[in-house]
C-alpha cells in the first residue's frame, strides 16, 4: 500500500470533530470560534460576546447576522465594517456611529441611506438635513425595498475606493495594515503573502485561507501555526505538514487527530528526529515520484466521484 493510500485510510478512519473551539463558554453551535462567550451560530470568528448568526467577526458585542466585521457593537445585518456602533444594513463603513443602510462611509454619524461620506451627520441619501427632520424622518421609515434602490442608484453615481486601506505595495481588496499582499482579500494585519484570502495577521505564505500562519503553504483553517504546509485546521502547531485538525503539535507528517505530539508519521511514534527525518523523506520521495503528486484532493477520491476534476 502506498503513503497516499495509508493517508487515505487514517482520514477516514479518524473521527473528526464536528465543532471547533477554542477558549469559549457557553457558545452553542459555534465553529472556527475562539475566545468568545454567550454566542450562537457564529462560525470563523474570535473575540466576541453576545453575538448571533455571525460570519468571519471579530472584537464584535452584540452583533447579529454580520460578516466580515471588526470591532462593531450593537449592529445588524453589516457586512466588511470596521469600528461602528448601532449600525444596521451598512457595508464597507468605518467608524460610524447610529448609520441605516450606508455605503463606504467613514467617521459618519446618524446617516440613513448614504454613500462614500466622509465625517458628516444628520444625512438622508447623501442630503443634509436638519436633526429634527432626520429624527422625524427615521422615527416613521423603516429600511425597505425602495430604500434598497435608492441606495444602488447613489451608489451608480459616486465614485467607488478598493478599500485597500493603511497598507502598502498590495494588490487585491479589503486589505487593511498590511504590507506587500498580492492577490489578497479581506487580510488584516499581514505581510509578504500571495493568493490568501480571509487571513488575519498571515505572514510570509502563500495560499492560505481562513487562517493565521506564518511561513506557510496551502493552509486552510485553524491559527497561531508556524511553519506549516498542505494542512486543514490546525492550531498552535509548528513544522507539520499534510495534517488534518491537530492541535499543539510539532515535526508531524500525514497525521489526523493529534494533541501534544511530536515526530510523529501517519499517526505512529518515531523514536527519534533522525527516524521522523528518514521516514519523512521516503514519503516525498514517493509524491514526487507519483502521478498524483500536487493533487492532496486525490486523497479524498472514491469511486463515486470517479472523472471529477479539482
Not at 465553529?31 to 450562537?40: G, I, V
Not at 511553519?227 to 499534510?242: G, H, I, K, T, V
Request: proline share 1%.
Amino acid at each position: 500500500m502506498s503513503f497516499l493510500e495509508d493517508y487515505k485510510k487514517l482520514l477516514l478512519e479518524t473521527p473528526k470533530l464536528a465543532l471547533t473551539q477554542w477558549n469559549c463558554e457557553n457558545s452553542a453551535f459555534t465553529s472556527h470560534t475562539n475566545h468568545s462567550k454567550d454566542c450562537f451560530f457564529t462560525r470563523g470568528s474570535g473575540w466576541q460576546r453576545d453575538c448571533y448568526y455571525n460570519y468571519w467577526v471579530y472584537h464584535g458585542e452584540d452583533v447579529v447576522d454580520c460578516s466580515y466585521c471588526e470591532k462593531c457593537e450593537l449592529c445588524y445585518e453589516c457586512m466588511d465594517c470596521a469600528r461602528c456602533y448601532g449600525c444596521s444594513f451598512c457595508q464597507d463603513c468605518k467608524d460610524c456611529r447610529d448609520c441605516v443602510g450606508c455605503y463606504d462611509c467613514t467617521g459618519c454619524d446618524e446617516c440613513y441611506g448614504c454613500v462614500g461620506l466622509v465625517r458628516k451627520k444628520y444625512h438622508l441619501f447623501n442630503e443634509k438635513v436638519s436633526q429634527e427632520e432626520y429624527e422625524s424622518y427615521i422615527e416613521n421609515v423603516r429600511f425597505s425595498e425602495h430604500d434598497v434602490k435608492q441606495v444602488q442608484e447613489l451608489k451608480l453615481k459616486v465614485p467607488h475606493r478598493d478599500f485597500i486601506l493603511k497598507s502598502e505595495d498590495c494588490v487585491g481588496n479589503h486589505i487593511e495594515n498590511s504590507q506587500r499582499c498580492y492577490w489578497s482579500f479581506d487580510m488584516v494585519r499581514s505581510r509578504d503573502d500571495a493568493y490568501c484570502f480571509n487571513a488575519y495577521e498571515i505572514i510570509d505564505s502563500v495560499d492560505c485561507s481562513f487562517t493565521k500562519v506564518e511561513l506557510g503553504y496551502e493552509c486552510i483553517g485553524g491559527g497561531w501555526n508556524f511553519n506549516c504546509n498542505y494542512s486543514c485546521f490546525l492550531a498552535n502547531c509548528s513544522d507539520c505538514q499534510f495534517c488534518f485538525q491537530c492541535q499543539d503539535c510539532k515535526s508531524c507528517f500525514m497525521c489526523d487527530g493529534l494533541h501534544h505530539k511530536k515526530y510523529h508519521v501517519l499517526n505512529e511514534p518515531c523514536t527519534s528526529k533522525e527516524e521522523y527525518e528518514t521516514r519523512v523523506a521516503e514519503i516525498w520521495k514517493e509524491l514526487l515520484e507519483s502521478s498524483e503528486a500536487g493533487n492532496l484532493m486525490s486523497v479524498f477520491e472514491d469511486e463515486e466521484f470517479e472523472g471529477i476534476e479539482h
